[in-house]
């Protein structure tokens, strides 16, 4: 077979050419968030070398200061249907904001000095008068208030203390049920736009806990308001600092679709886990069928599920994979640790799922082009011995391909010859 002959003639010189390019793409990614994070969050970090810091002292440095605050929202407004739901439930209310003349916020809580809390109303009410609020969609600005930090990032998001009776008032005409303007502070605009969804469904937390309890949203929600960042936005960094080195199976896992069982764990601890593999997975970046296929033919595969055993002082993993690349960016993990900065651990794993997908798209043009050219067909099993991730990104192009007998052909000799260099 042609590709056979040039194989043998060009792989260790292209090879070796390849791997160079890739690493310094890496570490410009990384170095370019890590100057627009450091600029704007307080205690930003992630340079220099090494492993991270230990699991005893999880942050050498002081993390971003964090502060919540709760309105009332006073007035007036017609709800609006949004429409329905792919499973054809009603959506979320689009309330109609009314001029600032016509509504108030009034505080419930905070725990904001007393000097930067009437600021923060003042930016609050000047957003929520220019257009439509969507119930339990928060938006992410910038405001300017009397802190240590000047401008801080502000998520602010309309949550009404029952849905139900909201929708029940726009028929029958009784009074609307209380309303409230959530606010959470803290790092800087672009590092919790990277959580959004994230306090979104911590918003949604607010709201199960006070349907399932008695009495009004302001007795049963200080501690879980003061608890935002810590439950929404420090997981990440908790989850390096567990797994370390052993971070690179954690990615993986997410990266292969590969179920994860966490056993002997607090629900904490579990819950951590489970929310970095959902962050992690290329979920929503890749077609929603290639994505289902591929979780199917993975967990039918036997004995394929990784293990986690946390009864220990440290995880151990039974049945897990790792390839260069994961390793890689478990280094670029660990090298953030340093710095205590849980932002950067967000934009990182967006990085890492970024250049996944790039490299991805990278092989599957390669392929077209190996269905009618010998040579094209052995860029691409160079491009998969170097990359890094070979393993993983031949099993989802393969599932994509599934249908297409000529791109079958070509990742069947791709196959083989994985399966040679690994034997050699």
């Known amino acids: ?192 736009e990277l959580f959004r969804l994230e306090l979104d469904k911590y918003i949604q937390g607010l709201k199960t806990n006070v349907d399932g309890e008695e009495g009004s949203l302001e007795v049963c929600t200080k501690s879980y308001l003061s608890n935002w960042f810590e439950a929404a936005i420090c997981p990440i960094e908790r989850v390096v600092h567990l797994f370390q080195e052993k971070l690179t199976f954690l990615l993986h896992a997410a990266l292969s679709y590969t179920p994860v069982e966490v056993q002997e764990s607090d629900e904490k601890t579990k819950r951590d886990i489970n929310g970095f593999l959902s962050v992690a997975s290329l979920q929503g970046l890749i077609h929603e069928g290639t994505m289902t296929s591929l979780c199917m033919a993975m967990t039918e595969e036997p004995h394929k599920s990784v293990v986690i055993n946390c009864s220990g002082p440290q995880p151990q993993f039974s049945n897990a994979g790792s390839n260069r690349f994961c390793e890689d960016w478990m280094q670029a993990f660990l090298n953030a640790a340093e710095g205590g900065n849980p932002f950067l651990f967000r934009q990182i794993l967006e990085n890492f799922k970024l250049k996944a997908i790039q490299d991805m798209n990278n092989l599957k043009r390669f392929i077209r082009q190996a269905e009618m050219n010998h040579y094209a067909l052995f860029k691409c099993y160079l491009f998969l011995k170097n990359c890094g991730s070979g393993d993983v990104l031949l099993k989802i192009v393969k599932v994509e391909h599934e249908e297409m007998p000529e791109a079958k052909n070509v990742i069947l000799a791709l196959e083989e010859f994985m399966k040679e260099e690994a034997a050699a």
């Open 1 to 192: 077979m042609p590709c056979t002959q040039a194989r043998a003639s060009g792989s260790a010189q292209l090879g070796s050419a390849r791997r160079a390019d890739m690493l310094p793409s890496l570490q410009e990614s990384l170095d370019g968030d890590d100057k627009e994070l450091e600029s704007s969050e307080e205690g930003g970090g992630g340079g220099g070398g090494g492993g991270g810091g230990s699991v005893e002292d999880p942050r050498p440095e002081q993390p971003p200061s964090s502060h919540f605050c709760l309105y009332a929202y006073h007035g007036s407004r017609s709800p609006t249907q949004r429409g329905d739901n792919d499973d054809g439930s009603p959506s979320s209310l689009t309330l109609e904001t009314p001029s600032a003349a016509n509504f108030s916020l009034s505080l419930v809580d905070t725990n904001l000095p007393p000097e930067a809390e009437p600021e923060l109303r003042s930016a609050i009410a000047k957003r929520v008068s220019k257009g439509s609020v969507f119930e339990g969609l928060g938006n992410v600005t910038s405001v300017e208030l009397s802190l240590p930090d000047s401008r801080v990032g502000c998520y602010y998001c309309l949550f009404q203390q029952d849905k139900l009776h909201l929708e029940t008032a726009a028929a029958e005409c009784v009074p609307d049920p209380p309303e409230y303007v959530v606010c959470f502070l803290g790092g800087s605009e672009k590092g919790l």
